[in-house]
């Protein structure tokens, strides 16, 4: 009897066991569907403490230290310089992409201000040597793009476009070699291929979120640092902010006098800084709440009406108006619409900035009667009168880039045809598109606001092309280092 109820008892636990172990494999497939896109973990204070250690502190301690000794150094100091920078980005390579990006924040934020205070001590530098750093930093996890080598591999979506361009980006460079000029295919292709290579990385290896979260950290330090200096260089430019003013060729930086600079603060020309603070300010807006984001944002968005840079204007009201078609962004969307509008007006009352910015918020109206509107027609009547309307493209030239990663002509459009020709420029310009509108699309389908906020900055994106160059140096980082923070969408899942 007791021999039967065992047997019985041990038959019972075995089909209990099959059962559940049915169940299970069954359930499997549901439980996965069930798993969010991307499940962050959340790390320890200590990781947490030592990432941000490693990350825009060393680089910004490094700034500083240059700041202090580079008047000293004579000519020596430029390759030190960006020998630091590839120094500091390793080191911060180390504890992770996040790390790492938030060094190469602040290496753009404030390389151009040390190069600046080195020149006023060595002599202006025509070929900006120092702007380099920052973009060998960026090539610095390069290594990792190894892995598309394998043939093994999967390539998910976000390769297209940086496959796409960084084509059009080469066929630039080759013509210019088949012409003979070496340096300036040697100095385009690194500041337009430099951050492609590092999008890729991105693609690769970065969390959306992470990344995101390291960037307000970074943020938080560089935005009130930069609108700070942005309203003392306004009110009275330093002595290397003059002796750099009188040499560049950047016309359109003002005059090297009190209350007659258009603020670039501590970057190379206004349209960077001005690039570089809208990211900013949004990234800090919605993704941080409180005092916090009212302290950063106030002396950042005085010197960002300073800079008199009407496209990042325009970026950040697309931007903003994005927003506003989610709920999960809406509200704070118009918050800080109400908040710009208030401190324009303020703005525009304080004696010393107010006839300026005001002069300049007037000119939105203007419409095709704006002199810059004007000029920007000229240039598109120009290029097609060529005689073959630039059909097989001129390659870099030493004016493309120049000393602030810059185009001298306005805008996407104009620097693709002039560079690559209508053909390759067409494909080119197809490759932002199609960038762009992987990161629209995914905020529409996933409507969290991380997505929105990625989102929104590729609409940004989207209304600058036409009216400055986004692919080169510092505008090429902070466009497609952003764009690619989509998650990869699992195909058989969606199927």
């Known amino acids: 009897m007791a021999g039967r109820d065992g047997s019985l008892d041990i038959e019972k636990i075995a089909r209990r066991g099959r059962d559940q172990r049915r169940i299970g494999v069954a359930r499997r497939p549901q439980a996965q569907r069930r798993k969010p896109i991307e499940a962050l973990p959340v790390p320890a204070e200590s990781e947490a403490v030592s990432s941000i250690a490693r990350g825009w502190v060393p680089a910004l301690l490094f700034i500083a230290a240059f700041t202090v000794v580079g008047g000293f150094t004579g000519g020596l100091g430029r390759p030190l310089f960006v020998l630091g920078c590839v120094a500091v980005a390793a080191f911060a390579w180390r504890s992770g992409i996040a790390s790492h990006f938030q060094a190469c924040l602040v290496l753009f934020s404030f390389a151009p201000f040390v190069r600046r205070i080195v020149d006023a001590g060595a002599g202006y530098d025509e070929l900006g040597l120092m702007l380099v750093g920052p973009l060998i930093a960026l090539l610095v996890p390069a290594v990792e793009l190894r892995r598309l080598l394998d043939p093994k591999a999967p390539l998910d979506d976000r390769f297209g476009p940086l496959m796409l361009v960084g084509a059009c980006i080469l066929y630039a460079g080759v013509l210019s070699l088949l012409q003979g000029k070496m340096n300036d295919a040697a100095s385009g292709l690194v500041k337009w291929f430099s951050p492609i290579l590092y999008a890729g990385v991105?693609?690769?290896?970065?969390n959306r979120d992470e990344i995101l979260e390291a960037s307000v950290s970074a943020f938080c330090v560089i935005l009130p640092i930069t609108g700070l200096y942005g309203i003392l260089?306004?009110?009275?430019?330093?002595?290397?902010?003059?002796?750099?003013?009188?040499?560049?060729?950047?016309l359109s930086i003002g005059q090297p006098v009190p209350y007659g600079v258009r603020v670039f603060s501590t970057m190379n020309s206004p349209a960077s800084f001005a690039s570089f603070t809208v990211v900013g300010l949004l990234l800090v807006a919605f993704l941080r709440s409180g005092w916090l984001s009212l302290l950063v944002a106030l002396p950042s968005i005085l010197a960002l009406l300073l800079s008199l840079y009407r496209t990042a204007w325009l970026a950040m009201a697309i931007s903003l108006m994005f927003c506003l078609l989610f709920a999960q962004t809406r509200g704070k969307a118009q918050i800080i619409m109400l908040a710009l509008v208030l401190a324009g007006a303020v703005a525009v009352t304080i004696p010393p900035f107010s006839d300026v910015i005001g002069d300049r918020l007037a000119t939105l109206g203007q419409g095709s009667q704006d002199g810059s509107f004007q000029e920007r027609l000229q240039q598109y009547s120009t290029l097609w009168s060529l005689p073959d309307s630039s059909l097989i493209g001129n390659g870099f030239?030493?004016?493309?880039?120049?000393?602030?990663?810059?185009?001298?002509?306005?805008?996407?459009?104009?620097?693709?045809?002039?560079?690559m020709g209508i053909v390759a420029g067409i494909l080119c310009l197809c490759g932002f598109f199609w960038a762009i509108s992987g990161a629209v699309i995914r905020a529409l389908l996933e409507r969290s606001r991380q997505a929105v906020l990625v989102g929104?900055?590729?609409m940004g994106g989207l209304l600058q092309m036409p009216l400055a160059n986004i692919s080169a140096a510092e505008a090429g980082f902070?466009?497609?280092?952003?764009?690619?923070?989509?998650?990869?969408i699992d195909r058989g899942r969606a199927a």
Do not use: H, K, N
């Open 202 to 206: 991105l693609a690769m290896r970065a």
């Open 233 to 250: 260089q306004y009110v009275d430019p330093q002595a290397w902010d003059r002796y750099w003013m009188e040499f560049a060729p950047i």
């Open 397 to 419: 030239t030493v004016t493309d880039v120049g000393s602030a990663g810059q185009m001298p002509i306005d805008g996407m459009i104009i620097a693709c045809w002039m560079m």
């Open 456 to 458: 929104a900055m590729a």
């Open 478 to 488: 902070l466009f497609w280092s952003f764009v690619v923070l989509i998650p990869v």
